[in-house]
């Protein structure tokens, strides 16, 4: 899936979310995208790459992916999130951000100053993945998501 068909796909379900949590609108479907490589990689509808901890009481399911661990990517078996569809894969992805004590810098200054690169720098510096670069990548590819995105994206936002 090409990146514009993805946010023509996904954008109700990351305005609902950005809505509802006050996140960065931008900022959800680059994230959707690259943990999903824009929905060609996508196992049980998680887009965002959340892992089923202990906490979760959801459906969830083991899967192979890659970890930093030491500064050396390395290939280890975890559990991931599952969901029936892609919009409680948004949703979920906003109550994760909202309701974990680390992202609580992120999330409020997000909302009082709606710069979506200090919260990308915020959630990465907090552990959202363990990539070195993970900040960079995602600002790097927000440009790529911003541009199919209408003009007006924060009014339609406010909107829906």
Do not use: H
């Not at 993805?6 to 690259?34: E, R």
């Not at 459906?59 to 599952?82: C, H, M, P």
Request: aromatic letters at 18%.
């Amino acid at each position: 899936m090409t990146v514009k068909d993805f946010v023509t796909t996904y954008w109700q379900s990351a305005i609902k979310c950005a809505n509802t949590y006050t996140l960065p609108l931008p900022v959800i479907l680059t994230q959707a995208g690259l943990e999903s490589a824009w929905a060609t990689s996508l196992y049980g509808n998680n887009f965002f790459g959340i892992k089923a901890d202990s906490s979760w009481k959801g459906d969830k399911q083991l899967l192979w992916t890659y970890e930093y661990i030491n500064g050396v990517k390395q290939r280890v078996q975890s559990y991931f999130r599952k969901y029936a569809t892609a919009e409680e894969s948004f949703m979920d992805y906003g109550a994760f951000i909202y309701g974990n004590a680390r992202y609580k810098t992120a999330r409020e200054r997000y909302a009082t100053y709606f710069n979506a690169n200090e919260y990308i720098d915020l959630i990465a510096a907090a552990g959202y993945a363990t990539a070195p670069n993970y900040a960079s990548s995602l600002k790097a590819t927000m440009k790529n998501v911003l541009s199919y995105l209408p003009s007006d994206y924060e009014d339609v936002k406010k909107k829906a």
